[in-house]
């Protein structure tokens, strides 16, 4: 487990603590404190813990490699060098309903594809840190 959960269950056990004191404080004479006891135990396996965060983790690793694939398929659509819109529209014949796109829609499409070229590279560096347990929460 990484510094930053070690101080976060650090002090949620202080705080349960606490908590328990101002609880027991607060009960009429002769009430047992363990009746209010949850089933969970207050101070979570910190393994079981880890563990759901890993399950967690790799879910969203596995959504975010869906959602880069779909970028990437959706970039080649847009602006790819084989039968992409800008290629259609940058081979219209002269005085065709492709050719006034092109002349109004082409730099709008480049700056499109730019953007989400720049956001799927930025979605891929997040994807190489969830890998590597040393550039988490970098």
């Known amino acids: 487990m990484n510094d930053f959960g070690k101080r976060f269950f650090k002090v949620l056990r202080e705080q349960d603590d606490m908590d328990r004191e101002a609880m027991e404080a607060s009960l009429d004479q002769g009430t047992d404190p363990a009746a209010f006891d949850t ?12 563990s759901a965060m890993a399950k967690q983790n790799a879910a969203m690793v596995s959504e975010l490699k869906g959602w880069i ?4 398929i959706f970039l080649e659509k847009l602006n ?11 081979q219209a014949d002269s005085d065709t309903l492709f050719d006034k796109m092109k ?36």
């Open 69 to 72: 694939d779909s970028i990437e």
């Open 103 to 138: 002349q109004s829609e082409q730099r709008k499409i480049a700056r499109v594809a730019t953007e989400l070229a720049a956001l799927n590279e930025s979605f891929k560096g997040f994807l190489a840190t969830s890998t590597n347990a040393s550039l988490r929460g970098v």
């Open 39 to 50: 089933a969970a135990p207050p101070n979570a396996d910190a393994s079981a813990v880890a």
């Open 80 to 90: 790819g060098t084989e039968s992409s819109i800008q290629t259609v529209l940058a």
